[in-house]
Structures are given as C-alpha cells and as structure tokens.
C-alpha cells in the first residue's frame, strides 16, 4: 500500500520555489559576511568562512547520505511519514552528538594549519550545532519528497533570517564569536520550525496507522552511503581549496578569496534549485515507469526539459556574475576586497559548468545510480588536491582559485560521462537548447525590458 501523496506538482514551479530558497539563503549568509567584512575586515571574514566550512563538511560527512535515502524513500510512497520524521530525528542526535566529538578532535589536531584562524570557542559553538542542523534538513527532505516545495523553502528562509538577526545582532556585541553564536542559534530555531510542521502534515497526509510499510531508517542508510562518499567527495572539491589556502596564506588572503566564492556561488542558484526538486520528480517517475505506469519517454522528456532550461541560463549567468563581482564588490565590500575581483573572475567558467553537473547528477541519483555520482567523486578528488598541491603555496588566493575551476570542469566531464551511461540519451539532444527554445528565451528577456 502506498502513502496516499498529492497529485504531482508543477517543477517549473518548485524550481522557482527552490529559487526563492537559495536566494534567501545566499542573501543572509552574504549579509552577515559584508556585515563581519565592514566591521572586523578581511582576516576575520576570512575566519568566518572556515567556521562555517567546517559545520558544512561536518554536516555532509556525519548524516550519512540520509537526505538522499529519505528523500528516494519517502518519493516511492512506501515510507511512512511518521516514522520517517521521528527515525530521522532520531539518528540526527545520535551523529550530531558523534559529530561534536569528531570535530572536536579535529580542532585540536588542525589549529595550527587548516583551521588556523577560528578560536576553541568557535570550534565548539559550530560543532555543538550539528545536531540541530542535521534535524532540520532531514525535515525539509520528507517536504521535498513530497512536492511540499514551500514548506522546504520556508524552513531555509527561517534559518536564513535568524542567522542575519542573531548574527548580525551579536556581532556589534561580541565581534566574530558573537557571528557564529548567531549562526549556531539559528540551526536550532530551524530544527524547531521545521519538526512543527513535518508532525502537522504527517497528521492529515500519511498511510493509516495499520499500513505496511516496505521502508525504514535502515533502506535509507543503505542508499544513502551510496549518495554519501558522492556528496562528501563532492564537498571536498568545494571546501577543500579554503582549507588549504588557510593553512599556507595570511587570513586575509582567504577573507578575499571567500568573498569571491560566495559572490560567485551565486551563478549555482538556479542549477541547485532545479538540482533539488529534479531528484525526486526523477525518482518517482522512474519508479513509475518501471511499474509500467508511464511510458520511459515521459521520464526522459522532464530530464532533458530541466537540463536544456540550464544550458540556456549559462550565457546569461556568467555576465551576471561579471557585473556582480566588478561592481558589487567595490561598493558593497569596499576597496580591502578588490583583490576578490579578479579571484571570481578565474572561477567563473568553472562555476558555469558545475551547475551544468549539479542538474545531470540529480538525474544520475534520481534514477538509482548514486554510485556512479562516488565513482566521479574518486576520480576528480585526488587531482583536485594534486593541483592545489602544486598551485596554492607559490600562487595564494589565484592558484586556489585556478584549481577550483578546473576541479569543477573536471567534474563536469566525469557526469556527462556517465550521464551518457545512465539515460542512453543523445547528449545533443539532451543538453542543447532548440532554436525554438532559445527565441523563447529571449522573447522573455524582450517582454521583462519592456515591461521595465
């Protein structure tokens, strides 16, 4: 018997909806960092950037891959929501609480180089987080399961907005540890916001008490471990060059090179939206198409409408972004920060096709292959960390930034790779816009100027 899930939803819709998500979340995180950057300058900007590194590496490596289990679970209708919300929860204390311990260690043990910068204090209020920051997330993917696409914006808005209010607001009060409370605190508030609402909507939408169920905590770990090494090898390619410029350049350096990642992350807007609600629309269609309730054809029509809908944003991401960093960091950031410019500038074609790979992985994990997502994650880690070797002691800030574009466009060519293999679709035909496609497109742009 399955979960009696709501009709299918519109993905264009929950793309803009997971839009409004990312943009809320970039923008508090962009705040509290210009905030930080006026005010203390950037060395501090530069130690903030490791703390908060350190809770993201923390968060993918200690939950296991349980987003994408309880995501592909809860889409398949044969996972109850209740027990879902109260496993997951579960076992997000039980890996938080492991995660405090481990980072604890690895504060001790990395102080004098990949985590020189932050203070004991600040090492402990981001650990202690972890739980809460984990629960959640774990939350917000039983809504993205179920097409509930506003409740999961909404918890990351939550999150977002406390942590420029409380950020912002301890920070005039005790400088940079007064930051990082403000962001530890609004993991908790999220945690809170979002396991009111997950119990409310178990309550009207789930499977009767007396239901089978034909998954659980241990389906979702098992396919998760699957997705994990993918998604922490994967954030290594993110992360890893911020650790490693900290422990061979001055905290400035980093504090420049930070603001051009963050500045430049923007152009993963759109691409990890329809990242996020592809992977569970390919999953449940898949899962339909082997029932034999859908012809494969449709499945392969949604893949290819949302990764042609990416190619078409590239052009027009990457003058966007030019414009940010040339004009956006002068006036916003001020004169300390010119050097991020021409930082962004060498990450742009790298953070181009990265969003090309966020939208084909998706389809990758969606159709029950997150093993071929790790397989790239082997290949491209251990070049990644080869040329940041060899390109960040001599070069500082540049030669991260050299490394990460080519991390990134290694990774790319990997996921065509075995995109290829996965869906068998022509990648002309999957990844090129059509002319019709493109005249939309600037239809569009014409009739938003004209309407300006």
Known sequence: MSTPAPAPRSLARGAALATVAQVAAIASAAIVTIAIARRLGPGATGS???AVSLFEVAIVIFMLGLPS????F??????RLRSAFIQSQAA?????AI??????????VTSDNLLDGISWEIALVVSASLPFGMAWRLSATIALARDRYEAYGFFQVVQGAAAVVLGVGLLFAYDLEGAVWGFALSQAIAAVAAAAWVRSYARDHDLPEDADEHHGIADAIRFGLKAWGADLLQLVNYRLD???????????????YAVAVSLTALGWILPTALQTVLFPRTASLDAAARRGELDPSGSDAAVVRAIRQTSLTLIPTAVALALVLLIGIPIVYGADFDPSIGYGFVLIPGVLALGLTKVLSAVITGRGHPIYN???GLIDVPITLIVYLLLIPPYGAMGAAIGSSVSYMTTTILCVVFFKRVTHLPLREAMIPTRAEVRALVAGARGLLKRS
């Open 48 to 50: 903030f950037a490791i």
């Open 69 to 72: 289990g309880t995501t592909y």
């Open 74 to 79: 809860v889409s398949h209708g044969r996972w």
């Open 92 to 96: 997000s204390a039980v890996l938080g």
């Open 99 to 108: 995660g405090v311990v481990a980072c604890a260690g690895a504060y001790a």
């Open 242 to 256: 911020i650790f490693v410029l900290n422990a061979f350049a001055a905290a400035a350096a980093v504090g420049h």
């Open 374 to 376: 790790l397989y790239i």
